[in-house]
Every structure is written in C-alpha cells, then in structure tokens.
C-alpha cells in the first residue's frame, strides 16, 4: 500500500469519525472519549447515553462496494477486540457497576463525498 493511499483512507477514517461525533451527539450522547487506546486496541468512540456507557466502533468506506459495506467489516475478531479494550476501560475507571452498550455506526461516502449514507446500530454486538 502507498503512503498516498494510506494518508487518503486515514483521512476518510478521520472525516467518519468527526461525522460519527456529531451524530451522536445530535441525538443527545455526551462524548467521552475519542480513541482511547491501551495495549490491546483502541476504541473510536466512549459516550454515554441516558446512563448506559456506549462503546462506539465507527467504519467509513467510499462508494466503492468492492470491499462490502462498511458495517459488515465489523467481524468477530474486531467484535472481539472492541469488547477486550472495552474491559481494560471500565477497569481503569473503575466502572464496574456500569452498563454497557457496543455500538456501530457505519459510514457509506458517496462519491463527492456530500450525501454520505450513516447508519447507526445500537447494541451491534
């Protein structure tokens, strides 16, 4: 893979997840974290919604359908992940008694990138 092309889908990563924000935060979520990482992975996005705490995992494809749909990249192995990291979360916050909700929102860009098509599925996984 080129430096090009990786710069390119890093950004559309990056325009899908300030997208990604902003929806949720619409409909009223309050963020709080953004890429979390720690030494398993990383999670999108932490927000919590009407007392439950939502891990958000966020996918952004181009128009192309070559690859599927961004939300069917969301396999049992990254599934699997999310959940591990999610678990190294609430233990450094100490969150135990929290509920919890894994989410993903699915980001479908057209190609001028104006119109893009946003799907958000509570309790994916």
């Known amino acids: 893979m080129t430096i090009e092309r990786k ?3 890093k950004e559309l990563g990056a325009a899908g ?3 990604a924000v902003q929806l949720l935060t619409d409909k009223g979520y309050t963020i709080s974290s953004r890429n979390w990482r720690c030494r398993v992975g990383e999670i ?3 927000a919590e919604s009407e007392g439950v705490l939502v891990f ?3 996918r952004t494809r181009n128009s192309s359908r070559s690859f599927g749909m961004a939300k069917e990249s969301v396999d049992y192995r990254k599934q699997m992940k999310v959940r591990e990291a999610a678990q190294y979360y609430l233990a450094r916050y100490k969150l135990y008694d929290r509920r919890v909700r894994f989410d993903v929102l ?3 860009m057209n190609q001028m990138h104006d119109r893009p098509l946003i799907e958000h599925i509570e309790g994916a996984f």
């Open 7 to 9: 710069d390119r889908r």
């Open 17 to 19: 997840e300030e997208m």
């Open 44 to 46: 999108d996005i932490v």
């Open 56 to 58: 958000v995992e966020v």
């Open 106 to 108: 699915s980001i479908q």
